[in-house]
């Protein structure tokens, strides 16, 4: 590990602040990725800026009949709040299918959300990798690429982002909430801020230099009956190689988000009116613009089955 100063910051706008005074600066809660980034030399950040400090940890109503989640909630605490268990059970679900108890008692919401792919070429920095060095190239795309991307890669990049909150927290229209240097604030729907790989896989969200989530805002709950499933190769401990989280009305109708298949929480609105004719109609709307690898091609046929499993889980208990 390199060697960088450290500070503790009063306020998120002083944070927000600091960070684009000194460019390179990351933010640090739980240090869960982070720290292990550090340690291997792929994020190499000159200075370190304490959040801890900052009172962003609580969970209360929202003004539209939401609930509001502080950046510094840890996942364990989320997903015990009886009030995201009775009205965004995806979302604890999806919690409580990622990681370990101990590190979802430090991880926190805002980091959970802006976690690295775990994808192996990114983790050895021997090996070319356009997100870690941009312009070296992509080992995963000739390379051993079965936990890769199926949908919305690009050829600078198939990796897939690991959040498991982040896929629950799409379902759900969730908005992030920031503050940026100089104190102005901005929202920003879920939807908008993951990145696609492009040309710029390096570029991973919509934040700006400097700014910091203050928070997550999820809307008024929409009902229905709601589900996590996750495929993986061990029951605990391991990253998806595909998720689902399903909303599913009494009237047929719902909202699919998928995980492990995309550079982001994949979630196509237009998709959602094939619900009804079953799993298949929905996966091959869902997965339309798919470029698997032969090494994943498989994940389309997980896809659907998980969805099958998923809307027949979801019907069942409506």
Known sequence: ???????????????????????????????????????????????????????????????????????????????????????????????????????????????????????????????????RQPGSGCSAAGGFSRQHAVVGGSAACIATHPSDMA???????????????????????????????????????????????TAVTLPRPIGGTQVYRKVRDRASYAFALVSVAAVVQADGSGRVALGGVAHKPWRTEAAEAELPRGAKALAAALLADAKPTPANRFKLDLAERTLAAALAQGRKQA
């Open 1 to 131: 590990m390199k060697a960088f100063s450290y500070e503790r910051a009063a306020t998120p706008a002083q944070a927000a602040e600091a960070a684009a005074a000194r460019p390179g600066s990351r933010f640090i809660a739980g240090g869960t990725n982070l720290l292990d980034l550090m340690k291997l030399q792929i994020e190499t950040p000159p200075h370190l800026i304490d959040v801890n400090g900052l009172k962003l940890d609580e969970i209360e109503p929202a003004e539209d009949g939401g609930l509001r989640i502080g950046a510094l909630v840890r996942n364990t605490d989320l997903a015990a709040d009886a009030r995201v268990r009775r009205d965004y059970a995806v979302l604890s679900r999806a919690l409580l299918a990622g990681a370990s108890g101990q590190l979802r008692n430090k991880a926190t919401t805002a980091g959970n959300l802006l976690q690295r792919t775990r994808c192996p070429y990114f983790y050895d920095p021997n090996l070319p990798c356009n997100k």
């Open 167 to 213: 896929v629950a927290m799409r379902v759900l229209d969730a908005t992030v909430e920031t503050v940026q240097p100089g104190g102005s604030r901005r929202r920003i729907p879920i939807a908008d801020f993951h990145r696609l790989p492009g040309d710029t896989p390096q570029v991973e969200t919509a934040l700006a230099p400097g700014e910091l989530i």
